[in-house]
């Protein structure tokens, strides 16, 4: 075997030792399949739970004493809003510059006991919070943030610690209005709810370390995808690593895509010295075949695992997410994505609920997007600020696209707060561009239209991606000016511009929902009309007073749900347009009409009933205003007083969905359900859950109008949120529904809810909350690195196939090689090929196709050899083998029989008829006759063989001409284990 051949083996062997890959051999459905180590230097762990809280300015600072116990401090858990408020704001008064509301300070403190590894750093990180933040470590001021409450930051308190002791962690978050904080110091039309109101972390980090994501434009981990096609995608992942010792280090920088089942599908390496005290940004490309692509209809997320090794010890670990696609913008034919148009249809969002304002936590951020996708949704403006991770991890996993934008609303301020917003804007982007979700960036402020420095900044941080402009028909630019998509806000029938795409970034209704039928039918009849956004997706908070009842609640008459995330009759609509699963909803009286019922729903046809007898069948009737749509809503001629409604739905003649809705008599009981949605059931003392009590007569119907006072009691580790001072327990509602909202514990156990109202039956209703972790290492996921070998065969003049293996051996007599050889995962392989007659090792040139560099040359010899392979793992393969022969006479291609041993549930195929066809025949010149082009099937021409082993199997591969003394070659094998379910 050749010296150098030898020597490229071992180097690749002792390279993966030092990659610090400290595998465990698992089960996976009986394979003994590696699984990548994930255990870092690095630690973060999740703070959420047991802070001491002061609402309001202090006498005496709270910097070197604990205040647990005093007067005035509660304990809390995360996330926190500055006071929980009543569903009308506690009545405020404020206008829309909300000079009062929640305009304090608020102090948090929590002692921590920290204990890193010499040389290690120590940071705190924030998710967000409302809206200065100033923090003391142990009695010394750290530092303070101030880019806008709606952005990620984090403090080093490494120098402020006492490690291996507990140290008092001091916050003052200061909510007070300020003109250089955006988007405050002007009026808008949402609230400010101050508190500590995301995650806070803890983190440690060893002296080698991936830098935040937030702290420049070349930080963190950076993924992006040059090129994607339904063939291949180039990925380029850049990293920032830095080296906060005093020594130089020589580091392993590992980058393994892994596959939606948790395979690694490819890994680069990239070996460097970093400076003392310096850093070093380095780049790292590769492709992927054949890609899986993510889309809204099938949102397949591969994921990024970034590894920092020295020594074998694994510095640092990352995990990000990856969805391969790209997107086109094109006049005449809109917005195509994977090369297929798509019509874009959803709705804004903002992030607050009843109660909590803007202390969301991660399951109901979670809850919000399940929710949009089962109306079909496939796009989400946040407005009109920078949101919740956790809310951009479900758009991923759902297939929801995003739009986002800094902290704004009507107004510019002061040079300092401008260039805060464009801090903000920034930081944004570094946060949330890998996720695939993300579909373009506001680079305008809303209402007024493009801002160039806006623009500039989004394409410094992230050229992939459009921009778009935030503009209306009443003022600032009516283009897209300097930015990529006109977004407009379509209330007054917005016209496209020439030669510009438009996307409707707002848009409303009417409560019988015909105006968001009417306007999505002209977008979706025009593909240069790109998209709409309806304005909002849920009703919210503002002081521009609207709401009769509650004015500082706005109730949208094109909103999907309530407050409460109730569905509205838009939400039916819009799943009756979008959406597959046959589905038919009798409309709520909101959205019916005198004398007629509206009906909802995707089949071609339905029948209706009341009380049992039929009032015919209907269709939907299609006009210039809803042409284009899928699924206008039917209306059946009939007062509805009384009695039951009966609707069955068809679609093809066939029933696939039906509907009983009836007039209900006397309140009579409760019903009662805990909406789980988006919750894993989770004891973190953080989730906060929905639940809904339904007032029913005595036959289980549902009431409408306003509910009755509802009072809930709760058994087991929870709280309900709010209490009567607050409206919120006991509770009354609209539409027949009273909710009620409960933060679990951070125990495991039985929560039984209960409710109760005069006159009514009770209900109860109950869930089981499970084990909780506050160490996020414990969130990931099991990374699979199955073994895979690729081999080319041939002489020490083959040309060796990019990315395979080389098995290349000199002319010799011998009928017998052996060689070891690396998998891409470290295993090391043993294989053996003997004949009876003598091995030629040969070469060639001038075989097109796909994998020609392998198929062109081989190992022959006559009538049979064995191909045998040991030391595999236990586990399911897929061994393929290539046969290819350099010849235009079918005839003098023998048929293959193949006999496996050593292994079971084998297969093989019964007979199989090699590949063949001429080679090129090139002068020096270049010219040449031509091949006959059956060269060009050899890549797909391969044998197929599975089988299972057990540990250290070993396995034989017999392979026979079934003509006397022909011709037999062997090209190349591939070797690889597969993950069973």
């Known amino acids: 075997m050749i010296n150098r051949i030898k020597l490229f083996k071992l180097t690749i062997f002792f390279n993966l030792l030092a990659l610090g890959f400290l595998f465990i051999g698992t089960a996976h459905s009986s394979n003994q399949v590696l699984t990548i180590n994930q255990n870092s230097e690095n630690t973060k762990l999740n703070l959420n739970q047991n802070w001491l809280y002061h609402q309001g300015e202090l006498s005496t600072f709270p910097f070197t004493k604990s205040q647990d116990g005093a007067s005035k401090w509660q304990k809390v858990n995360l996330p926190h809003s500055y006071q929980l408020t009543s569903i009308n704001l506690d009545d405020s008064s404020d206008d829309k510059f909300q000079k009062t509301f929640h305009r304090d300070v608020s102090w948090y403190q929590k002692t921590i006991n920290i204990n890193p590894k010499p040389g290690h750093k120590v940071f705190l990180e924030f998710e967000g919070a409302h809206q200065r933040t100033e923090l003391w470590v142990n009695g010394t001021y750290v530092a303070e943030h101030a880019t806008s409450g709606y952005t990620p930051f984090h403090f080093d308190i490494t120098k402020f610690v006492r490690q291996g002791d507990n140290n008092l962690i001091t916050l003052k978050l200061d909510n007070r209005k300020d003109k250089t904080i955006p988007p405050d110091g002007h009026s808008a039309d949402y609230v400010l709810f101050g508190g500590l109101y995301r995650d806070v972390y803890l983190v440690t980090k060893a002296p080698v370390y991936f830098s935040f994501p ?554 089981k909350t499970k084990n909780w972790s506050n160490n996020e290492k414990s969130r990931q996921s099991v990374i699979y690195d199955p073994l895979k070998l690729q081999v080319d065969l041939g002489n020490k003049q083959q040309h060796i196939q990019d990315e395979w293996q080389p098995w290349s051996v000199a002319e010799s007599e011998k009928n017998q090689f052996k060689y070891s050889f690396t998998a891409l995962n470290g295993q090391n392989i043993e294989a053996t090929i003997k004949a009876t007659d003598k091995l030629a090792w040969t070469h060639a040139w001038g075989v097109p196709g796909d994998l020609s560099f392998m198929v062109e040359d081989a190992v022959q010899t006559h009538s049979e050899l064995t191909l045998t392979l040991a030391n595999l793992p236990a586990g399911r393969y897929h061994l393929k083998t290539w046969h290819h022969a350099l010849s235009g006479d079918k005839k003098a291609v023998s048929p293959l029989n193949f006999v496996l041993s050593g292994a079971n549930k084998f297969n093989s195929p019964n007979l199989y008829q090699p590949t063949y066809g001429r080679k090129i025949k090139v002068s020096t010149a270049g010219g040449g006759n031509k091949g006959d082009g059956g060269s060009n099937k050899a890549a797909k021409g391969y044998a197929l063989h599975t089988f299972n082993v057990s540990h250290n199997g070993r396995v034989k591969l017999n392979v026979q001409t079934q003509k006397t003394d022909a011709l037999l070659r062997l090209n190349g094998f591939e070797l690889i284990q597969v993950l069973t379910q």
């Not at 074998?312 to 913008?329: A, M, T, V, Y």
């Not at 982007?429 to 996720?435: A, L, Q, V």
């Not at 309900?720 to 009620?740: C, Q």
Request: charged share 20%.
């Open 214 to 767: 937030w702290e420049s434009t070349q930080a963190g981990i950076t993924i992006t995808t040059p090129s994607v096609s339904h063939k291949n995608a180039t990925v380029t992942v850049k990293s920032q690593l830095k080296n906060t010792s005093n020594k130089d280090k020589k580091i392993k920088l590992v980058t393994r895509i892994v596959d939606a089942n948790k395979t690694v599908v490819k890994t680069l390496t990239t070996d460097k010295v970093i400076k003392a005290g310096d850093d070093q940004v380095l780049f790292q490309t590769s492709a992927i075949t054949s890609p899986n692509l993510w889309s809204p209809a099938s949102p397949y997320l591969y994921s990024v695992n970034s590894q920092i090794i020295e020594n074998n010890e694994i510095l640092d670990n990352q995990n990000n997410p990856l969805g391969l696609r790209w997107f086109e913008h094109k006049l005449g034919e809109g917005v195509l994505l994977n090369g297929k148009p798509i019509e874009l249809i959803g709705a804004n969002r903002h992030q607050h609920y009843p109660y909590i304002g803007d202390a969301v936590p991660n399951n109901l951020h979670r809850n919000d997007a399940i929710k949009m996708k089962q109306a079909g949704m496939n796009v989400v403006r946040l407005a009109h600020y920078p949101q919740d991770d956790a809310f951009f991890q479900a758009c991923d996993e759902l297939g929801i696209l995003i739009v986002e934008e800094p902290p704004a609303w009507i107004e510019f301020g002061p040079d300092l707060w401008m260039d805060r917003l464009e801090e903000s804007l920034r930081i944004t982007i570094r946060n949330h561009k890998n996720h695939p979700s993300v579909w373009g960036w506001g680079a305008g402020i809303n209402h007024r239209g493009p801002v160039k420095r806006l623009h500039y900044a989004a394409k410094e941080e992230d050229p992939y991606r459009v921009t778009m402009n935030n503009g209306t028909l009443w003022t600032g630019p009516q283009h897209s000016g300097v930015t990529d998509i006109y977004a407009v806000m379509d209330y007054r029938g917005a016209v496209r511009p020439e030669n510009e795409l438009l996307f409707a970034m707002e848009h409303s209704s009417s409560a019988d929902t015909l105006g968001a039928q009417a306007l999505i039918s002209r977008y979706k009849g025009d593909p240069n009309l790109i998209g709409t956004a309806a304005w909002s997706g849920q009703d919210g908070y503002s002081f521009i007073k609207r709401d009769k009842e509650y004015p500082n609640l706005s109730t949208w008459t094109a909103s999907s749900w309530d407050a409460f995330r109730l569905p509205k009759p838009h939400f039916y609509w819009y799943q009756s347009e979008l959406t597959q699963k046959p589905m038919v909803e009798i409309a709520a009286d909101a959205a019916q009409v005198d004398g007629k019922v509206q009906i909802f729903t995707n089949a071609d046809q339905i029948e209706v009933f009341h009380n049992q007898k039929s009032l015919g069948k209907f269709e939907p009737e299609y006009n210039d205003k809803n042409q284009f749509l899928n699924s206008p809503s039917i209306f059946v001629p009939f007062d509805w007083q009384q009695g039951a409604i009966t609707v069955n739905a068809y679609k093809q003649g066939k029933r696939v969905a039906s509907q009983t809705k009836v007039k209900a008599g006397k309140a009579s009981q409760i019903g009662l359900k805990i909406d789980t949605t988006g919750y894993d059931l989770s004891a973190d003392g953080s989730s906060i859950v929905m639940a809904y009590v339904y007032i029913q007569d005595k036959d289980g119907n549902q009431l409408a109008g306003d509910t009755p006072n509802v009072k809930f009691t709760i058994d087991g580790p929870a709280e309900i949120v709010g209490d009567e001072s607050i409206g919120a327990n006991p509770v009354r509602w609209r539409y027949g529904v009273a909710p009620v909202m409960f933060r679990v514990g951070d125990t495991p156990g039985t929560i039984k809810l209960t409710a109760q109202a005069q006159g009514l039956k009770s209900g109860t209703a109950s869930i």
